[in-house]
């Protein structure tokens, strides 16, 4: 039986300790089970978060094995590679892909039965092989996706229009990589369409700024990489933001990784759609009227990544 107060993070690098940080400020849990390839950094991950909890949520923070997670509401899997200066998410597929199968096979073998959070990348491709390999329904099975591509774009478009980011709502979907577009058709501030807005705010032709915006979004990535050497702050709190969603069942939509079976004419790959995610995971993955042109972008972006999927050994369903 699930137990909705407890959670698995499954890999203790940069990512998952950031992510199992995060869970704690939130207080979302009662009971998290932190894995590792090395247990003793999980150990010492679990220890470190733990001797911050008299200054946040009470709950019980430890090291554990995959049978302790088989009643895990939500299991946040970050076991990878991870990217170095240079290589592409795309470039880390093979190695991350058996890493991901390895991680399956010891869910399944504890039944787990919770909801599988992928955030290793490269998520779309991963959040793929997961739910093949795990043989979950898809709602089960999700990925990170562009919810931190999004946080990105809304941010730089809120340093442009000197506006607070909560207010615009503009969302990145595709690839969580470099085939990844903005779909500024949608884009709006308080339900302002964004050029109105930029116009309001008497910035004239704001369209030539949009490419600049969305390069910054998509470069954001390998920028930090190239700065710190890794990035996990911010695909922590998002990571985290999704967990929330479920647990909360606040039928929050966020273009998480989803995998898709006729929407939008695609099947047979995992792509980042916006989706409404609440107790059951990937509650409904919503077709948006995207512009021609966006259309064709996510019709590019979707046709890389079943090439992708091609050569770790999935055909096309």
Known sequence: ???????????????GSTIAYTLMQKGLFSEMVLLDANHAKAEGEAMDISHGLPFSHAM????????????????????????????????????????MRSVISEIKRVECEGILLIVSN????????????????????????TVLDTARLKYLISEKLNVDSRNVHAFIVGEHGDS??????????????LEEFARLRERVDFRQEEDEIYRGVRDSAYEIIERKGATYYGIGMAAAKIAESIVRDSHTV????????????????????????????????????????EMEKLERSAEELKEVLTTIGYSQT
Do not use: H
């Open 60 to 99: 019980d923070i430890r090291a554990g094995s995959y049978e302790d997670i088989a009643d895990a509401a939500v299991v946040i899997i970050t076991a990878g590679a991870n990217q170095k200066p240079g290589e592409t998410r795309l470039d880390l597929v093979q190695k991350n892909a058996k890493i």
């Open 254 to 293: 966020a273009p998480v990784s989803v995998s898709l079976n006729g929407e939008y004419g695609l099947r047979g790959l995992s792509l980042s759609i916006p989706t409404v995610i609440g107790r059951g995971g990937a509650e409904q993955i919503l077709e948006i009227g995207f512009s021609r042109e």
């Open 122 to 145: 490269p998520v779309d491709i991963l959040t793929e092989v997961a739910l093949r390999e795990s043989g979950f329904p898809k709602e089960r099975v999700i990925g990170s996706g």
């Open 180 to 193: 990844e577009l903005a779909a500024w058709s949608c884009a709006n501030i308080y339900g302002i369409g």
């Open 1 to 15: 039986m699930v137990n909705i107060q407890k959670a698995a993070v499954i890999g203790c690098g940069f990512v």
